[in-house]
Nanobody
Framework: QVQLVESGGGLVQPGGSLSLSCAAS????????MGWYRQAPGEQRELVST???????NYADSVKGRFTISRDNAKNTVYLQMNSLKPEDTAVYYCNAIMRFPPRQYWGQGTQVTVSS
């Protein structure tokens, strides 16, 4: 049983920055991938970025060059540094974690990011 808790969301103006974090707790049996997804009102949840335990990183094209994902395996925590934010980045950002044995995944409750003038 794993719980994921996101933090760091808020309101920023276009061009600003925010840092998100997600800490996993509970019964953890080898966390594999961790990542961030987002969902804007009326839209489907979409991938933002993922990072494997070994540090292999993927980004959505829409955030590439602006966002940076990282993780601290000892703390079971994944981070997302968001720079040069755009209004289009406004969404609820959800943390995701994948476990290897047995295969399963978990979701956080989400944190709101609003980019507006």
């Amino acid at each position: 049983q794993v719980q994921l808790v996101e933090s760091g969301g808020g309101l920023v103006q276009p061009g600003g920055s925010l840092s998100l974090s997600c800490a996993a707790s509970g019964i953890i049996d080898s966390i594999s991938d961790m990542g961030w997804y987002r969902q804007a009102p009326g839209e489907q949840r979409e991938l933002v970025s993922t990072i494997t335990r070994g540090g292999n990183i993927n980004y959505a094209d829409s955030v590439k060059g602006r966002f940076t994902i990282s993780r601290d395996n000892a703390k079971n925590t994944v981070y997302l540094q968001m720079n040069s934010l755009k209004p289009e980045d406004t969404a609820v950002y959800y943390c995701n974690a994948i476990m290897r044995f047995p295969p399963r995944q978990y979701w956080g409750q989400g944190t709101q990011v609003t980019v507006s003038s």
